[in-house]
Each structure stands twice: as structure tokens, then as C-alpha cells.
């Protein structure tokens, strides 16, 4: 099924910053516009919570820390979702940025769950094992 079309004037200033990041992505003018609008959304919606650029593609991330709400959430799950078990495992961060990441996992579960399960595999000697030679021998 089509999506309906809207209008939309944008600044000069403005579309040609779009223009910029759907060229370096290779991507429609229309998809980077809803990927930026999606994520400023989200943004409006858990504050404390920015996206960034990772090797994998864009990454939901906590404010101040540079860690990915995948990477907190990991431990959380990992600790039987016990809240005590979070502030050990990561206690230099703040009970803002702990609710933060909470609140992007209850309202985006299953894009943290996606990540969670493509990560899981990922020890050192299955990559060992798929890239011969790319781990150092200590």
C-alpha cells in the first residue's frame, strides 16, 4: 500500500542539509526525512536518549556515556531485569540516564531485542574463528 504524500516547504538552509546526509547514505531525499524525523521523535519522547553513527548503522545511545541502550540493557536482562542489579553493574551512571534507557527498552523492545540476539554470538572466538589472524594472541 502507497504512504498518502504531504507537502512539506523546508528552508533552503535546511534541505540542503538533508540533501547532504541522504547523499553521504545513499538513500532517497524522502527516507533520510523520515529517518531524521523518527529520530528526533524518539528523541522528544525519551529524553536523555541521542542516536549516532556505529559500523552497524544508527544506534539509540544514553546521553553522557557513549553506551548503547543495547549495551545496558544486555546486563539488565542478563540480571533478571533488576533495577538494584543495573545501578551495580553500571554505577557511574545517573538515575536519569538509568530511566532513560529503561523507558527506550519499554517503548522499543523489539529494536533492542534485535540488537541484543545479533550480539549475543559475538565472543571472541567466534570471531576468531570467522576472521583468522584478527585477534592478537596476548
Known amino acids: 500500500m502507497p504512504t498518502p504524500t504531504t507537502t512539506l516547504r523546508l528552508r533552503p538552509a535546511l534541505r ?3 540533501e547532504r546526509i541522504a547523499k553521504r547514505s545513499r538513500r532517497s531525499f524522502s527516507e533520510a526525512v523520515q529517518d531524521l524525523l523518527d529520530e528526533a521523535l524518539r528523541m522528544r519522547e525519551c529524553p536523555g536518549i541521542y542516536f549516532a553513527d556505529e559500523p552497524a548503522g544508527r544506534e539509540a545511545k544514553i546521553a ?3 553506551l548503547g541502550v543495547w549495551e545496558v540493557i544486555r546486563d539488565y536482562v542478563a540480571a533478571g531485569k533488576e533495577e538494584e542489579a543495573l545501578r551495580a553493574s553500571f554505577p557511574w551512571l545517573s538515575e536519569a540516564q538509568r530511566k532513560a534507557c529503561l523507558l527506550y527498552y519499554s517503548k522499543y ?3 533492542i531485542d534485535v540488537l541484543l ?3 549475543e554470538g559475538l565472543t571472541v572466538e567466534a570471531v576468531q ?3 583468522p589472524g584478527l585477534a592478537r594472541k596476548a
Open 16 to 18: 540542503a542539509q538533508i
Open 64 to 66: 553522557g556515556t557513549g
Open 109 to 111: 523492545p523489539q529494536e
Open 117 to 119: 540476539a545479533e550480539n
Open 129 to 131: 574463528a570467522r576472521y
